[in-house]
């Protein structure tokens, strides 16, 4: 296994989907070239990672990491590409990671040591039916092997370090807290959408719990500027799990967890897929008994009050309670506000308007066997909820 060179430039490309390299790929390996040795991390889709290398050698690149994604590297976050950088200067050239998964373990399974032996998943402690996140890795080239920050839904944060042999190391830099977590576990469902789409739904409860729809339970949502709803701690939940709640995340479309598709899935014109998305994972979690109409809380902020109040007055019969923090909740609005002009992108003008009748439905009260949702809203900036 050969190191890379002491002088070594990292150089992270970005390409096409259909894996061309851009055209500032060249450039950039050339700059690289006058301070030191060029090394390329190429971001490439699934199987084209042997063409990209190929073209990154032949522009100069010494070594070439090819990185397959689900997307192009122009869709990753910036911690994402922080995360594959640091890969790439712990690893040998030829590894190929695979990353921007919202399967927190894919990520953990491929995260390497300098000898290039990945880390196990079982090493680190994470279930393999629990979701973590691996993040702001750090490396530098005195010591061997890297730190990173673990967290998931029923693990809180902690600081590992990764030695060259692979093993796992606790800095105790985070103190943990005095909260037993054994007693909860984490589990993924996938919702159906009306569209076929499959949405998954992150479901966090205590261990033991019988599933005969009685358990009050929170669904959480976002859905918007392709942000990620991944896996946290979250200790204020922990006296609901304790009390029997469940507490659920829907990765609704808009967000990034598969890329840029999945953000486009819920942006503009295909806005009503959010909603609609956090509608499937409501009627998910009713039909798989994890709870009932009567006991499901939807809660959502910012942006995130669009996807929870469109639920609301599309399916009003679905909920107990319906949360809006500062939430945007007429997008009419919203565009004239002081916060408005910077969201046009993601959400449109009323300029571009034709009808608005395709997605507007008022609320239907016929036939409801009950009252309608309780609805808690709060507020902060002016205009917001607008």
Not at 26 to 41: F, H, I, K, R, Y
């Amino acid at each position: 296994m050969t190191d890379f060179p002491a002088d070594s430039i990292l150089v992270l490309l970005e390409a096409t989907p259909t894996g061309e390299l851009a055209t500032s790929a060249a450039g950039l390996l050339a700059a690289a070239s006058q301070v030191g040795t060029p090394v390329a991390l190429a971001v490439t889709t699934p199987g084209r990672a042997q063409s990209l290398a190929e073209q990154a050698a032949a522009l100069g690149a010494d070594r070439v990491l090819a990185v397959e994604t689900a997307s192009a590297s122009s869709d990753l976050t910036i911690p994402q590409v922080d995360a594959l950088a640091a890969a790439a200067a712990l690893v040998a050239p030829e590894a190929v990671l695979v990353s921007n998964s919202i399967d927190g373990r894919d990520v953990a399974g491929r995260f390497a040591a300098r000898t290039g032996a990945a880390i196990a998943v079982d090493a680190i402690g994470v279930s393999r039916d629990d979701e973590g996140v691996i993040g702001a890795p750090y490396s530098d080239t005195v010591t061997d092997g890297v730190l990173f920050r673990l967290e998931s839904w029923v693990r809180p944060a902690e600081i590992l370090q990764a030695e060259a042999s692979g093993a796992i190391r606790d800095t105790k830099l985070l103190a943990r807290p005095t909260i037993d977590v054994s007693k909860y576990e984490s589990t993924r469902i996938f919702a159906t959408a009306k569209d076929g789409t499959q949405v998954p739904v992150s479901v966090v409860y205590r261990k033991g719990m019988s599933r005969d729809g009685s358990a009050p339970t929170m669904l959480d949502a976002y859905g918007s500027y392709g942000i990620s709803s991944t896996a946290y701690f979250a200790p204020r939940m922990i006296a609901f799990l304790e009390h029997g709640g469940v507490w659920a995340t829907a990765h609704v479309r808009g967000g990034g967890e598969y890329g840029r598709e999945w953000h486009e899935g819920g942006r503009l014109l295909t806005k009503h897929n959010t909603w609609g998305d956090m509608i499937a994972a409501s009627e998910a979690l009713i039909a798989q008994k994890w709870t009932s109409p009567s006991k499901l809380a939807i809660r959502g902020g910012s942006a995130g009050g669009i996807t929870v109040g469109r639920s609301l007055t599309e399916r009003p019969d679905l909920f107990a309670l319906v949360i809006s923090q500062v939430g945007v909740s007429n997008n009419l609005r919203m565009e004239f506000s002081q916060n408005g002009p910077p969201n046009v992108p993601e959400f449109g003008s009323v300029s571009w308007m034709i009808s608005p009748a395709p997605h507007r439905k008022p609320v239907t009260l016929a036939g409801m066997s009950r009252s309608l949702p309780s609805l808690s809203m709060n507020v902060d900036l002016p205009g917001r909820p607008s």
